[in-house]
């Protein structure tokens, strides 16, 4: 509860303190916009304050359900993996829901102003940053069905060749027929890497379709990509610590030392290792490149 | 920079129904010539959307333009400008002419002369093309 509680009060501290009117007037200088007045600033203001909140909305429950059900679990374990789950999931459900609160949002004055240019994804989100989280994402999937192909593999190549005494392979021999044993099934990873991928196909849809958020056709433009460009990243990240840890349930060292395994096995092995332990940090790279403003681009923008 | 998009502005208090404004309005910035023939537009329901208007009043004013061969809905390519008004062209015409036959009075010359310079004017550029 002690990381619940300070969660909580570092994610207030955010909510309250930083979203005011400079806030939003950063925002918008970051994505090149340099002519800023009083509308526009409390227009970006209230995109991150909305976003912010739901933010906290999404994520106290979460953070609160999770220690609740996982009350043995470390504090190591809950920092690490599955803090990233929890958070960059939160992030990217409380901007799904704000994409959607806000194409509910009708304009309320008599005189309606619209801009006559068709509005596309490839406006909002660059062509490269759609296709690094799809392969991404065919990444995660290939890795989970990987594994419920291979395991029961190297279980019935385990039945027929007896595992290593334990004089011989003393760290391994006990843990390979346990390791197989015990690994969970595949599907929560399937599962969690398509509601990523849907989570991510719905911020980018709403963000190309809803209504505008100011009559300023720059600043709606800029605060559509930010919302499409973030989901993106965001589900590039969390896709990556999925598809880390389908790959790494694969445990190609258990493998190795199956009797009788034919050789390539042990060169996938290697590959396998690195793709392992570079994808997570490529997944980070990638969200962060994604996410930050591209400002020759946006300085074209009309 | 790019040349900003233009924009269409609907004043529900009006008096004018809204479908209505769209249309003229349409019509208006093609016959001007911000929107060129081929020029793209969005989608019945992100005009709809950003006017906070029924998607039917949006598709009755897209129909009649497209009735009147001012628009043209290709299935890949969205609702797109397919030609200038009749007789919004017609307007535009009838005004340069009134200027030129000003502007030629004011040189003396009658109609058979402002006629020949305008038929030799014509020529001359069906020459050079």
Redesign the interface.
């Known amino acids: 509860m002690v990381l619940v509680t300070s969660t909580v009060l570092v994610l207030s501290a955010v909510v309250v303190g930083v979203v005011r009117p400079p806030g939003g007037a950063g925002l918008l200088r970051r994505w090149g916009i340099v002519e800023l007045d009083g509308d526009k600033a409390r227009t970006a203001s209230r995109y991150l304050r909305e976003r912010r909140v739901l933010t906290l909305v999404v994520m106290v429950p979460a953070l609160v359900v999770v220690s609740t059900l996982w009350v043995n679990v470390s504090t190591y374990e809950l920092l690490s993996e599955a803090s990233m789950y929890l958070v960059l999931g939160s992030v990217l459900v409380s901007m799904l829901v704000a994409e959607w609160w806000a194409g509910l949002r009708r304009p309320q004055a008599s005189t309606r102003v619209a801009v006559l240019r068709r509005r596309r994804v490839s406006d909002l989100v660059p062509t490269y940053a759609l296709v690094l989280y799809l392969a991404m994402t065919a990444l995660a999937i290939a890795a989970d069905v990987a594994g419920s192909v291979v395991r029961p593999w190297a279980q019935r190549m385990l039945q027929r060749s007896p595992p290593p005494a334990e004089r011989e392979r003393p760290f391994l021999a006990g843990d390979l027929y346990r390791d197989l044993a015990a690994i969970p099934p595949d599907w929560p990873f399937l599962a969690g890497t398509a509601a990523c991928l849907a989570a991510v196909a719905g911020v980018v849809w709403l963000a190309v379709t809803r209504p505008m958020a100011t009559e300023d056709d720059r600043v709606d433009a800029v605060l559509r990509a930010r919302s499409a460009r973030v989901a993106v990243g965001l589900g590039t990240a969390l896709t990556a610590t999925i598809t880390q840890a389908a790959l790494a349930r694969l445990r190609p060292q258990s493998f190795l030392f199956v009797q009788g395994a034919p050789d390539w096995v042990t060169t996938a092995g290697t590959a396998l290792y690195w793709v392992t332990v570079l994808v997570w940090p490529l997944g980070i790279v990638i969200w962060i490149w994604v996410t930050t403003p591209p400002r020759r681009r946006l300085a074209r923008t009309p | 920079?790019?040349?900003?998009?233009?924009?269409?502005?609907?004043?529900?208090?009006s008096g004018v129904p809204p479908w209505r404004q769209v249309r003229d309005q349409?019509l208006g910035?093609i016959a001007a010539g911000h929107?060129t023939v081929g020029a793209?537009?969005?989608?019945i329901?992100?005009?709809a959307?950003?006017?906070?208007?029924a998607a039917g009043t949006v598709a009755r004013a897209y129909r009649e333009l497209e009735t009147a061969g001012v628009l043209h809905t290709a299935r890949r390519r969205?609702t797109l400008v397919a030609a200038i008004p009749a007789a919004q062209s017609q307007t535009a015409l009838a005004t340069l002419a009134a200027d030129y036959a000003t502007r030629a009075r004011a040189l003396g010359a009658d109609l058979d002369t402002a006629l020949a310079a305008c038929r030799a004017a014509y020529t001359h550029q069906e020459h050079r093309q």
């Open positions: 920079m790019t040349a900003a998009a233009p924009r269409l502005v609907v004043d529900l208090d349409l910035l929107l793209q537009l969005p989608t329901r992100q005009l959307t950003d006017l906070g208007l969205g």
